[in-house]
């Protein structure tokens, strides 16, 4: 699968490595290009998953902000929520689209 911002691919990794969280697709780390996210100041908590991680995504003179997000230290109960550990895990919004 692929995370895809205009022509540029974002992530991309076999389905089988990807968590599927609430409707979203999250990809390993090492399988996203982290030279096109940022981090963001944007603050959230999820009450079961824990403090995100925000990104601004950049791509082709685009910088569009929060459109990528990670769990880099999720609480240790959501790991028998999601069925496996998904620490740093990149997930994406909007614009990025992500496809089979």
Known sequence: MKAVLGDTV???APKE???SIEGNWYFPPASVKSDLL??????YTCPWKGECQYFTVSSDGQRLQDRAW???HPYPSAFDRVGKDFSDYVAFW???RVTD
């Open 17 to 19: 490595e990807l968590i």
């Open 94 to 96: 909007k614009e990025v």
């Open 70 to 72: 990670s769990y880099p």
């Open 38 to 43: 940022e981090k963001s100041p944007t603050p």
């Open 10 to 12: 974002i992530a991309e």
